[in-house]
Structures are given as C-alpha cells and as structure tokens.
C-alpha cells in the first residue's frame, strides 16, 4: 500500500515536468506535418524554421498556463496563523503604590589614570 502511494505521489510530483517532454516528442514525431501546415515560415523555405516557431509558441503558452496555474495555487493556500498575540487591555484603576525603604551602600570606585610615558610623543630625529 505505502509504494503504491509513493508511486502515486511521485507520478504526481514529475507530470509537469513531462509535460513539456511531451510537446517536444510530439513536435519530433509530427515535424513534416508541422513544417507543412502549421509553421509560420512554410512560406519561407530558405529561414529553415521547419516548425520551430510552432514548437516554441507551444512551449511559450504551455509554460505560461503552468504558472498561472502555480500562482493560482499559491493565492488559494489558506494561510494558518501558528501564533497570536493577546489583545492589549488596559486597566486603568488606581493602583496601590508600594514604597521600600532606600538602600544605602557605599562603595568606592576605583579611579584609574593612564601613565603618562606613553602619552608623551616619539624624539624627533
């Protein structure tokens, strides 16, 4: 049961991909019908377009469906919020105001000066 949905899933997953594989093979194993009856340039035998131009509008349109398919996609994904912040609320009631006696400590800080050798500049030469 599980490889049959990996099977699946896999199918799934690639199709697209062949998608445009397709189109080449078709374009491959129908080129004589193309070059005669669909190409642009049929009148123009000398450009040697033998349907390319066929193959690359096919190919154009072809990607252009798959992403307004995939961006379709991507606006229809309902978004889920994963976290939420509480509404702010405020109270405004007096509040008791609770006083402590001050600490007192007493501490030195330690002053420090710089020697003053090395602020003194190099002798000239």
């Avoid at 019908?33 to 066929?54: A, E, S």
């Avoid at 991507?74 to 978004?79: D, G, N």
Wanted: charged share 20%; proline share 6%.
């Amino acid at each position: 049961m599980r490889t049959a949905i990996l099977y699946i899933w896999l199918f799934t997953t690639i199709l697209p991909t062949f998608s445009q594989w397709g189109t080449i093979a078709y374009y491959k194993v129908n080129k004589e019908y193309i070059t005669r009856v669909l190409c642009q340039n049929r009148d123009k035998p000398q450009l040697h377009c033998d349907g390319k131009c066929y193959l690359a509008k096919k190919l154009k349109e072809q990607q252009q469906k798959q992403d307004q398919q995939t961006s379709d996609r991507v606006e229809s994904i309902p978004m889920l919020q994963l976290f939420a912040s509480p509404i702010a609320s405020f109270d405004f009631s007096l509040a008791r105001i609770v006083t402590r006696d001050q600490l007192a400590f007493s501490y030195h800080l330690a002053t420090y000066q710089a020697p003053l050798s090395i602020l003194v500049p190099p002798p000239c030469v």
